[in-house]
């Protein structure tokens, strides 16, 4: 794990996994509900609104992330 940030609307926590190039979403109690796989090296992580940027470092690429209608976090876009 690199980093760990709250959901802003409470109830679950995001984990970037720097060596699988992906972000965990948690479950308040801890229990793993949602891999995203975004890039290589995913370290630090941002909220602004709806959407979750993500930065790769081994790729120089920031995904954002939106929510679908199921909760399920999605890689709307990748900034390269």
């Known amino acids: 794990p690199?980093?760990?940030l709250p959901d802003?609307?409470?109830g679950e926590v995001?984990?970037?996994?720097?060596?699988?190039g992906e972000v965990a979403?948690?479950?308040?109690?801890?229990?793993?509900l949602q891999r995203i796989t975004v890039g290589a090296h995913t370290t630090d992580m941002v909220w602004q609104g709806p959407?979750?940027?993500v930065a790769a470092?081994?790729?120089?690429?920031?995904?954002?992330?939106v929510r679908g209608k199921d909760g399920a976090l999605q890689v709307q876009q990748r900034l390269s």
């Open 57 to 65: 470092a081994h790729t120089n690429s920031v995904f954002a992330l």
């Open 14 to 20: 995001l984990v970037s996994s720097w060596s699988d």
């Open 25 to 32: 979403r948690h479950a308040g109690d801890g229990s793993l």
């Open 51 to 53: 959407r979750l940027w």
């Open 2 to 4: 690199y980093k760990v």
């Open 8 to 10: 802003p609307k409470g």
